[in-house]
C-alpha cells in the first residue's frame, strides 16, 4: 500500500463506485426475488459477497480479504457454480461467475515469489542455494504472471459479451441469448460491469 499515488486512488475510488453498484443491485434483485429457488439464493449472496469484497479490497490494509481463508472461500464459491450447472448452455453461463471467483481468490493469495524471497534473506542461504531460489521464484513469477494474463483476458470477453447482448439492437434478434438479454438488460449490465470491472482489478496494486 506504499505505492498509492492520486491516480491509483482516483481508478480504485471508481472501482469501488462500481462494486458498490453492483452489490446493491444484487441485494435489490434479492428482494424483488423472494420465491427464488435454493440455488439462486446462494448464488445472490456468493454475488454480493465478491462484489462487496471487491469493494472493500483497495482500502483493506489487513488480513479478511487475502490470505488462505479468502482463497478457500472464493474457491468454494467457483466451484458452486460449476458444479450446479445442468446441461452445456447453463454450463457456459455459470462459467462466467466461475472464473470471476476465481480470480477473487487468485488476488487474495499471497505471492509466492515475494514469500520465497524473504524466506531465503532471513535464513540467510549461501550464495549458490540463493540462486536456486532466485530461479524458482522467477519461475513461480512467470506462472502468476501467466495465470494473471489467462484470467484478466476472459474477464474481458466475458464482460464484453454480457454488455454488449441487451443492447437495444439485439432485443429483436430472434436466438434464445438475445432474448434472454432483453427481459433482463439491468442483469446483464451488472454481470459486465462485474467481469470489466475484476478485470481491471486483475491488473492493479491492490
Not at 475510488?13 to 446462494?42: C, I
Not at 479468502?70 to 447453463?90: E, I, K, Q, S
Request: one cysteine or more; charged letters at 10%; a positive charge.
Amino acid at each position: 500500500m506504499s505505492d498509492r499515488t492520486p491516480a491509483l486512488d482516483a481508478v480504485h475510488g471508481m472501482l469501488t463506485l462500481l462494486f458498490a453498484v453492483v452489490a446493491l443491485h444484487v441485494l435489490w434483485h434479492a428482494v424483488r426475488s423472494p420465491g427464488a429457488g435454493r440455488r439462486d439464493r446462494v448464488d445472490l449472496v456468493l454475488h454480493c459477497a465478491m462484489a462487496a469484497a471487491m469493494a472493500a479490497m483497495p482500502w483493506s490494509y489487513g488480513a479478511p480479504l487475502s490470505g488462505r481463508a479468502a482463497m478457500v472461500f472464493f474457491t468454494a464459491a467457483a466451484l458452486w457454480f460449476l458444479l450446479t450447472a445442468r446441461g452445456a448452455p447453463v454450463f457456459a453461463d455459470r462459467l462466467t461467475p466461475a472464473v470471476g471467483m476465481l480470480a477473487m481468490a487468485w488476488m487474495a493469495r499471497t505471492p509466492p515469489g515475494a514469500a520465497a524471497s524473504e524466506t531465503v534473506a532471513a535464513a540467510g542461504v549461501p550464495a549458490a542455494h540463493h540462486t536456486g531460489a532466485h530461479g524458482h521464484a522467477s519461475d513461480a513469477s512467470t506462472t502468476a504472471t501467466l495465470v494473471t494474463v489467462v484470467l484478466t483476458v476472459y474477464l474481458l470477453g466475458c464482460a464484453l459479451r454480457s454488455l454488449t447482448r441487451p443492447m437495444p439492437a439485439l432485443r429483436t434478434a430472434t436466438d434464445p441469448a438475445h432474448r434472454a438479454a432483453a427481459t433482463d438488460p439491468y442483469g446483464y449490465v451488472r454481470d459486465g460491469a462485474m467481469s470489466l470491472g475484476t478485470a481491471v482489478m486483475m491488473l492493479l496494486p491492490h
